[in-house]
């Protein structure tokens, strides 16, 4: 599990498992937010199991799935929202970390947050999201 920090209260990842839950919580985060629905690939661990193991360290949870490439502005709301409202430090995790990351970086353009800042947050954390900076009607 490799966490890539974008904020001081956010870090995100790619997919994670029970036993990385043990671990987060050992860390010293406070609530995971899963971006990845369930049964999008063999093997995955569901949201189910992955929201026992988070109550079981009395994490917060929330499975905010999103499918690749279909941002819904009802789920950049309600991510923007967890990041105000759940325990931090919080980890979002999907398959590779790039949904959870695009999700903040559409929340942060959407709160007035600089487009290049928020591009260049993300590279230093590894993800390209130079698309966003594609024009009008980008962010969304």
Same mark, same amino acid.
């Given at each position: 599990m490799q966490l890539h920090q974008l904020t001081d209260i956010l870090n /995100? #990842? +790619? %997919?994670? @498992? =029970?036993?990385? &839950? *043990?671990?987060?919580?050992?860390?010293?985060?406070?609530?995971?937010?899963?971006?990845?629905?369930?049964?999008?690939a063999a093997g995955q661990p569901t949201s189910d199991a992955l929201a026992a193991a988070a109550a079981r360290h009395g994490l917060g949870y929330l499975h905010l799935p999103? /499918? #690749? +490439? %279909?941002? @819904? =502005?009802?789920? &950049? *709301?309600?991510?923007a929202d967890a990041l105000q409202t759940l325990p931090a430090p919080i980890l979002a995790f999907c398959r590779s970390g790039t949904r959870s990351c695009t999700l903040w970086a559409l929340g942060a353009c959407a709160a007035g947050m600089d487009r290049e800042a928020v591009i260049a947050c993300a590279a230093a954390a590894g993800y390209d999201?130079?698309?966003?900076?594609?024009?009008?009607g980008a962010s969304r």
């Amino acid at each position: 599990m490799q966490l890539h920090q974008l904020t001081d209260i956010l870090n /995100v #990842s +790619g %997919q994670i @498992d =029970e036993a990385d &839950v *043990d671990t987060l919580a050992a860390r010293g985060f406070r609530s995971l937010i899963n971006n990845r629905p369930d049964g999008e690939a063999a093997g995955q661990p569901t949201s189910d199991a992955l929201a026992a193991a988070a109550a079981r360290h009395g994490l917060g949870y929330l499975h905010l799935p999103v /499918v #690749s +490439g %279909q941002w @819904d =502005e009802r789920v &950049v *709301d309600a991510f923007a929202d967890a990041l105000q409202t759940l325990p931090a430090p919080i980890l979002a995790f999907c398959r590779s970390g790039t949904r959870s990351c695009t999700l903040w970086a559409l929340g942060a353009c959407a709160a007035g947050m600089d487009r290049e800042a928020v591009i260049a947050c993300a590279a230093a954390a590894g993800y390209d999201l130079s698309a966003l900076g594609a024009g009008p009607g980008a962010s969304r």
